[in-house]
Each structure stands twice: as structure tokens, then as C-alpha cells.
């Protein structure tokens, strides 16, 4: 139940396709852009196209929490959620699975709650002295007792041009580049159709420069990569529907910025208490400031994706990627069970 609900099936489908039927067996998950749950059958084989991972049943033949899900999880048994956005990246169902006591690949709840609120997420990159962009923030409600103040604010302490966004949502869903008081406007009104919160970041000279972190405890680092957008920023349609953007792998950064770039992925990855996996995006100015912008929890997760990309270009395939993230996940989840929960 997500706007990002076509990209979640994207990767759900790249992701079934890569994987190793011989070591797995393969039990999807269709959820609705109602909410709506449909365990499936068992696939043994790869699937031509998304149709295939829709089902279709009787309007009342689902619950919120299937009978058939939960009766069919065992303790061998490890969840994959490739969810984008709220009610999947947000630490709902993290936290649903945290319940039933089952393994589930990426980021628990608190991460997945803070990486998808990007208030929450510059507040702690804050506390943790991570350098940022200025920006302002604000609710629906504050916006329609003072929507004049707020725009004189946004004007006087970031100025233009500045970014509208949504706080709880990817894919870069409902953000507006704004060069005016008039588009300002219009921006903040098409960011509340996505959010009750909205987040105004100041714009940054800088090119965009991304890193792939991968582990629990001791999370490595990718090589580092570029985006460059051909359009004014990296929209909807050029991450997904277009050919507007070239992706440079690896980014010609100098040793001295990678390592910071490395040193500030792991540090923000740490903050919000990360596990599997965290794509971290960044601004490098001419003279070598860079400026964290976000974290992605659960980033854009295709084979011509940003992050699987970045582990292909430091030797890890994208199969070999799907298993690895398996493979913490089931590290995380033991380590759980040896804390205690009883006194005695």
C-alpha cells in the first residue's frame, strides 16, 4: 500500500529471477496497492513478467495478517520483504515479522523508521555529526494555519532553488526542484498528496555520488558511483522510465574522497542502526565538501539498479549478492535469540 508499490514489483521480480531454485524454494508474497495479502504457490522455476506474481482470488479471500502466511512460517524459513516506501520500508513490517519471530532480510524497525522519515533521519545524522544540507520541515496542519510565514521562512533560510519532498517516501516520488515562490507553492501541495509531513532541502552544488554498505556489525563498502541526470535532477522517470540518466561506475572521486565517503556511509550506517544493507547518497562540491543527503534502507534493488550495481563493479554478482543478504539475515536473526527475556 505504497506509491511505490510498480517498483517494489520490479525488484520482487528481478530478485525471484536470480535466485537459486536448487537451494531455494521460493514462496511470493502479493501485497495489494490496497493492503491486501496473497500468499502463493511455490515457484520452481524463474517467472517471464511481473502478471505472474499477481493474484487474482475472490475480493474477501485475504486477511491483513493471512492465516496461511503466519501457519506456514517455520524456523527454517526467511523473509525477503522487497518493499519500497511506507507500510514495507518503514519498519511496519519489520516489526510484524520481529513478532512472529522469523528471519527476514535488511533492516530492522528502528532503521527502517528512521531511513524512510527523512526528518528523523537528518536529526540523527545530525547528532552523529554527519554534515547536511540546511532544510526545513513541517506538518499539513501547520501549512494550511500559516502557509505564508512558512514560505517566507524556506526563502529566507535556504533560498532557491531549493527541493520539495515528501518525508516518508523514495523513488523520488512527489520531490519538485522549485526556482520560485510560485512553484514553491505548487510543490509543497503535490508533496502533501504523499505525506501529512513535508521536508524543503536547500539545493547543493555538487555532483551525486552514492556507496553501497553491506553487513551487520561490520559493514563494508562499495565502490563509489555517480549520477548524472540529464534532466534537472534524478526524477521519477529517469530512475525508472527513461534512459535520461548515465550511471558512472566506478566515480572518478580521489582516494582521499572515497575514504571519507566510505568513513561517512558506515558512520550514517551505524547512526540509524543498520543491517543487510543501506545505499548512502551524497553531494561532493569542486572542492571536495561533501554533504550526506540520505540513506536508502531499501534501495532500488534490479540488476541495473544503483546498488547491485556498485557490488558488481567490487566483485559481487547479483545472485551472489540476494544470497549474501540471506546470509546476514539469518546471522542477525540467531544473534536475537540468544538475548534473554525472562529474569529467571
Known sequence: KSAEHNVSMRTALSVINALNFEKF????????????WFPGPELTDPISNIDELVYTRDENDYSLIP???????????????????????????Q?????LNVAYVGNGVAASAVGMDKVFMKQVFAEHGLKQ???VFFKKTDWEQSNANICHHIEEMLGFPCFVK??????????????????LNAAIQLAFDYDY???????TVGREIEVAVLGNDKPLCSVAGEIVPKADFYDYEAKYEDDSTDLIIPADVSDDVYERLKEMSVKAFQAIDGSGLVRADFFVTDNDEIYINEVNTMPGFTPVSMYPLLWKASGLEYSQLIEKLVQLAVERHEEKQRVKHTTI
Not at 75 to 85: E, K, R, V
Open 25 to 36: 524454494a521460493v514462496f511470493p508474497v502479493y501485497i495489494s496497492k490496497e493492503g491486501k
Open 67 to 93: 492465516a496461511q502466511f503466519l501457519t506456514s512460517i517455520s524456523s527454517d524459513d526467511i523473509i525477503f520483504p522487497l518493499l519500497h516506501g511506507p507500510n514495507g520500508e518503514d519498519g511496519t513490517v
Open 95 to 99: 516489526g510484524f515479522l520481529e513478532l
Open 133 to 135: 544540507p540546511k532544510y
Open 166 to 183: 515528501p518525508a516518508n517516501l523514495g523513488s523520488s516520488v512527489g520531490i519538485s526542484k522549485c526556482t520560485s515562490q510560485e512553484e
Open 197 to 203: 509531513k513535508v521536508i524543503v532541502e536547500e539545493g
